[in-house]
């Protein structure tokens, strides 16, 4: 098992641009969430999917979306992108019965010039 | 408010010596508390929680309700410790839920 795989590892995109983030959680696992990490800061809640809907949201803008397909793995979509989204999207996953237990990916780095 | 309160970015100690990484936390609920530890060019991984009262590479750390703590202590640290370390809260029981992470501590132990 590979574990919570996320692509790109890397990806650089310029203001006002779009971009899409994916994610292919653990074997096993039904819930997707994603986190966004600015540098020197700790991971921030973004939203978490569960049977293709938005389970739950964190304090992000409309710009902000995402999409569960139906063999579990997520995509998180970013319009008009802004300096200030230059950050690490992490990704994780879990059992929704699993109370909590949340297994990362190792991020894609954003950044937004 | 939900918040998890680091207040050290850096804890420097040297090997053998004691290890109290602090984290204190503001939630209106029953929260469930976890440490998470990054190794260089590692990912995030789950060091321990606290519900499950486990010793975890000789890490121990004890819910405080009273205090709204949830320090992570190690009797006498190693090098291989060197890390960041998050403390996050969760609410507790039923389905998974969102974490909330403090801004983490990078512990640096000499040699």
């Known amino acids: 098992d590979a574990g919570v795989t996320q692509s790109p590892t890397h990806l650089i995109k310029t203001r006002g641009q779009q971009v899409t983030l994916r994610c292919s959680p653990k074997?096993?696992?039904?819930?997707v969430s994603w986190y966004q990490q600015a540098l020197g800061q700790g991971p921030q809640f973004i939203f978490q999917?569960?049977?293709?809907?938005?389970?739950q949201r964190g304090n992000f803008p409309d710009r902000f979306s995402g999409h569960q397909f139906p063999n579990y793995s997520s995509e998180l979509n970013v319009n008009a992108l802004l300096l200030g989204d230059s950050a690490l999207y992490l990704c994780?996953?879990?059992?929704?019965?699993?109370?909590?237990?949340?297994?990362f990916g190792a991020g894609t780095r954003l950044s937004v010039l | 408010a939900q918040r998890v309160t680091q207040p050290e970015k850096l804890l420097s100690v040297f090997k053998g010596a004691p290890v109290e990484l602090k984290c204190n936390y503001s939630?209106?609920?029953?929260?469930?508390l976890f440490w998470y530890v990054q190794y260089s060019r590692q990912r995030l991984q789950l060091l321990l929680r606290?519900?499950s009262r486990e010793s975890i590479k000789g890490f121990t750390a004890d819910l405080n309700k009273g205090e709204t703590s949830f320090h992570l202590k190690k009797p006498f640290a190693q090098e291989e410790d060197s890390a960041m370390y998050y403390c996050?809260?969760?609410?507790?029981?039923?389905?998974?839920?969102?974490?909330?992470f403090g801004t983490g501590t990078l512990l640096a132990v000499q040699p």
């Open positions: 994780a996953s879990s059992l929704l019965t699993s109370q909590n237990i949340q297994y």
């Open positions: 074997s096993g696992h039904d819930t």
């Open positions: 999917y569960y049977e293709e809907e938005e389970r």
């Open positions: 939630y209106s609920g029953s929260p469930e």
């Open positions: 606290h519900i």
């Open positions: 996050a809260l969760s609410r507790l029981g039923g389905a998974t839920n969102k974490l909330i």
